[in-house]
């Protein structure tokens, strides 16, 4: 179980650094009246982060039953949510509400299609392989059925 909140703790790390890693870029690498720079970085922020979930979702589910695995990513995710709208603009002397609430939650709806994307497509692209949990479960269950020899009744 340790391991498991581990697991959890460290994907919503990882997703939290690479959010602070782009503001970061964005308040020190681009001129403040920049807004194509700063909107690319975003951009290949939101890319990385579904990416990272796209391999997460692909490595997890091949070993795990759905259900397990996405409520950890769900977790993972939220946790990362909140650290990134909450903390993350603290980290460069921003306010949380500085652009207003409509950028506030434009950023909370970004980031989850991003991570819902990610995930969907580590997800998709692991069942179209027939790579994922049930699908193997599946394989290994006809394997079994098939080895075995019919019972013959006598009458």
């Known amino acids: 179980m340790d391991k498991r909140w581990r697991d959890i703790g460290a994907l919503a790390g990882a997703l939290f650094v690479v959010n602070v890693a782009a503001r970061l870029i964005i308040q020190f690498g681009t ?58 603009p603290l980290l460069v002397g921003d306010s949380p509400f500085a652009g207003g609430a409509g950028t506030f939650f434009a950023q909370i709806w970004l980031y989850l299609a991003a991570t819902g994307a990610g995930t969907l497509v580590g997800y998709l692209v692991l069942t179209s392989l027939g790579l994922d949990h049930r699908s193997q479960s599946l394989k290994r269950y006809a394997e079994l059925k098939a080895a075995k020899p019919r019972k013959v009744v006598r009458r």
Not at 61 to 68: E, I, K, S, V, Y
């Open 31 to 88: 001129d403040d009246g920049d807004d194509a720079a700063a909107d690319r970085v975003s951009l290949g922020m939101f890319v990385l982060i579904g990416l990272i979930l796209a391999v997460v979702a692909f490595y997890w589910g091949r070993r795990r039953p759905l259900g397990d695995w996405a409520a950890d990513v769900a977790g993972a995710v939220l946790v990362a949510l909140l650290l990134t709208v909450l903390v993350g």
